[in-house]
């Protein structure tokens, strides 16, 4: 879809709701002849109503949002297996801006998912609730976008290892499943800390401190 400009239908299903899924849920309804958001002051400040003239209170008071729309899509599905709030693992500060936007425009994100079968009919799926009950639903799309699944690119570690060097993996490159920017600075952070003295493979994972736990409640 992005790199292979792969044509994608009216109604889409997207499976895997990281990072990578919020984005090619933003991406395919958006119409990419118009400004985004994201670069365009003007189409930011009318997407989530504010008044950059600060002519009413507070630049908000009584100003009407434009809402977004699902742009060239008809409908769109963000699916999950997992049965936790979807997002869940995006940025502390930012995920809840993520999250908002697509359900603004109209996008169904659907957690606890096994996917049955796919057919004429669409994609069928079975969700599962966190007490257990089970619930199957045909989604009648005609294009299925997957991400899920990344592996860790890892090309030069073995050739590093055969010369003689000393390899150490962080961030993507020790685990690519739900990639988290905080987690790769910490582990290079550590790293860096003992690489003179480093023998083999290195444990520098951050041990969960009181405000981590805090943030995840929050979170949940």
Same mark, same amino acid.
């Given at each position: 879809?992005? *790199?292979?400009? &792969?044509?994608?239908?009216?109604?889409? @299903?997207?499976?895997?709701? =990281?990072?990578?899924?919020?984005?090619?849920?933003?991406? #395919?309804?958006?119409?990419?002849?118009?400004?985004?958001?994201?670069?365009?002051?003007?189409?930011?400040?009318?997407?989530?109503?504010?008044?950059? %003239?600060?002519?009413?209170?507070?630049?908000?008071?009584? #100003?009407?949002?434009?809402?977004?729309?699902?742009?060239?899509?008809?409908?769109?599905?963000? +699916?999950?297996?997992?049965?936790?709030?979807?997002?869940?693992?995006?940025?502390?500060?930012? =995920?809840?801006?993520?999250?908002?936007? +697509?359900?603004?425009?109209?996008?169904?994100? %659907?957690?606890?998912?096994?996917?049955?079968?796919?057919?004429?009919? =669409?994609?069928? #799926?079975?969700?599962?609730?966190?007490?257990?009950?089970? %619930?199957?639903?045909?989604?009648?799309? $005609?294009?299925? #976008?997957?991400?899920?699944?990344?592996?860790? !690119?890892?090309?030069?570690?073995?050739?590093?290892? &055969?010369?003689?060097?000393?390899?150490? !993996?962080?961030?993507?490159?020790?685990? @690519?499943?739900? !990639?988290? @920017?905080?987690?790769?600075? $910490?582990?290079?952070?550590? !790293?860096?800390?003992?690489?003179?003295?480093?023998? =083999? *493979?290195?444990?520098?994972?951050?041990?969960?401190?009181?405000?981590? %736990?805090?943030? $995840?409640?929050?979170? *949940?």
């Amino acid at each position: 879809v992005l *790199k292979h400009k &792969a044509e994608v239908g009216s109604k889409v @299903a997207i499976i895997g709701a =990281g990072g990578i899924g919020f984005d090619i849920a933003e991406f #395919i309804t958006h119409h990419h002849d118009e400004p985004r958001s994201s670069l365009d002051p003007k189409v930011f400040a009318e997407e989530w109503g504010i008044d950059m %003239k600060n002519a009413v209170r507070g630049g908000v008071d009584g #100003i009407q949002a434009k809402p977004p729309t699902l742009g060239p899509r008809e409908a769109v599905y963000l +699916l999950q297996r997992k049965k936790s709030k979807l997002g869940a693992g995006l940025g502390k500060t930012t =995920g809840w801006v993520h999250r908002t936007v +697509l359900k603004n425009k109209g996008v169904v994100m %659907k957690g606890g998912c096994s996917y049955d079968l796919l057919d004429d009919q =669409g994609l069928h #799926i079975t969700i599962e609730s966190k007490d257990g009950k089970k %619930k199957k639903e045909v989604l009648e799309v $005609d294009s299925v #976008i997957i991400c899920a699944g990344q592996e860790p !690119l890892r090309g030069m570690e073995e050739e590093l290892e &055969a010369a003689g060097l000393s390899v150490h !993996l962080v961030g993507g490159a020790d685990v @690519a499943s739900e !990639l988290d @920017a905080k987690r790769a600075i $910490d582990q290079a952070t550590r !790293l860096s800390l003992v690489i003179e003295d480093a023998t =083999g *493979k290195v444990s520098y994972e951050a041990p969960s401190s009181m405000t981590s %736990k805090m943030m $995840d409640a929050f979170g *949940k």
